[in-house]
């Protein structure tokens, strides 16, 4: 039988995070309430609608967000699955993956659940988790299996960084020389107004996204891939096998949505705004803690510099004191843990609190 990794964050995110009465670990948004988003009924709640790349309403919506024509535009249920997606039709049999290192654990496993040869690209803290391009071409021009597909996330998950400007191009440029592609999961680029996607930078790029992060609609599952149609043609195929159509009420919801989005948005980026505010006032008065302040969102990589196991600490912080954080044990960095303040403010404020109290002790 094939051997599926265990998905550690995914394990936590069901199992701990959502039990712990102060939660600074869900990575998005609370959902919009009745008085600020209340969606028509779809006309046709139950029916199968949508032509082979998805709802042709949303599909124009998104491609209308996006800046390109609508054949760009492969909707999915939520990220995840446009992710598996994305890397399942770039990246073949006898090529190698990249993948930042540390990401989102789920990037870095599937390319070796599909048998591909996988290496990690570093994205240091003390560079503020910036890729090196050089570390790109090496592995470019690395011997044995070519280079098929870069993978990155931005806002990177679990730090909250943008990539540098100019990065992309830069890399673009690489592409074209080495003959690779690029996938830029951007499920937190929404929280950034001015933002140029990723897949507009080069035709060898995609960019996945989804209505969960930034938007608070994860319930819906609703996803996507924006690239050029040649690599889209793929994804869509691929899609046939993994779901033949996504839910038409879901769809349906999400094109009202995309409709509101100057106002949902607006909402979504004060509350970042807001709780980035109430952490980084926290952070500043602790002498044993060390971060860079994320570009944007929700989340922020930070290190304890006086705790070496954090996956303890953590499950000793939920048990002793109900609060959730996600240890960096998770994303392969042991020191470390990741903060959410989606939450409530006076949820936040009381959950540093008690992290304060338990870093204290510690």
């Known amino acids: 039988m094939r051997e599926i990794p265990t998905f550690g964050l995914m394990h936590w995110a069901k199992h701990r995070s959502e039990a712990a009465k102060y939660s600074l670990g869900a990575s998005g948004v609370s959902s919009p309430g009745p008085e600020e988003f209340t ?14 790349y998805g ?13 390109v024509a609508e054949d760009h535009v492969l909707l999915s249920v939520g990220t995840s699955l446009a992710n598996f997606n994305a890397i399942l039709a770039l990246a073949g049999p006898g090529e190698r993956v990249l993948v930042e290192a540390p990401t989102y654990p789920s990037l870095a496993d599937i390319p070796r659940v599909l048998g591909l040869t996988t290496d990690r690209l570093a994205r240091r803290p003390e560079e503020g988790w910036a890729p090196r391009l050089e570390d790109v071409e090496s592995a470019a021009r690395a011997p044995g299996p070519p280079l098929g597909l870069v993978v990155l996330t931005r806002l990177h998950n679990p730090s909250g960084r943008n990539l540098p400007t100019g990065f992309l191009e830069k890399l673009a440029s690489l592409a074209d020389r080495h003959d690779f592609r690029v996938m830029v999961d951007e499920v937190y680029l929404d929280f950034l107004p001015d933002a140029t996607p990723a897949h507009r930078v080069s035709p060898r790029f995609v960019s996945t996204g989804s209505l969960t992060k930034a938007w608070g609609f994860g319930g819906l599952r609703i996803g996507w891939i924006v690239g050029d149609p ?9 899609s046939y096998y993994l779901a033949v ?3 038409a009420w879901s769809q349906d919801v999400a094109a009202q949505a995309l409709a509101a989005r ?5 909402r979504s980026r004060r509350i970042a705004a807001d709780g980035l505010a109430i952490f980084r006032e926290w952070i500043d008065r602790r002498d044993d ?3 860079s302040p994320p570009d944007g969102g929700l989340v922020a990589f930070v290190r304890a510099k006086r705790i070496a196991d954090t996956a303890s600490f953590a499950q000793r912080l939920q048990r002793e004191r109900d609060v959730a954080i996600a240890e960096g044990e998770l994303f392969g960095m042991p020191g470390w843990f990741r903060v959410c303040w989606g939450a409530p403010e006076d949820s936040v404020r ?9 870093l204290d002790e510690a």
């Open 39 to 52: 969606p028509k009924e779809p006309a046709a709640p139950f029916t199968s609608a949508g032509d082979e």
């Open 55 to 67: 709802a042709p309403a949303l599909r124009r919506a998104l491609a209308g967000v996006h800046g």
């Open 230 to 238: 040649s690599l889209l043609s793929r994804a869509r195929e691929a």
């Open 245 to 247: 159509n996504d839910a």
């Open 262 to 266: 100057e106002r949902l948005l607006g």
């Open 289 to 291: 803690l060390e971060w």
């Open 350 to 358: 009381e959950a540093l609190r008690r992290l304060g109290e338990a």
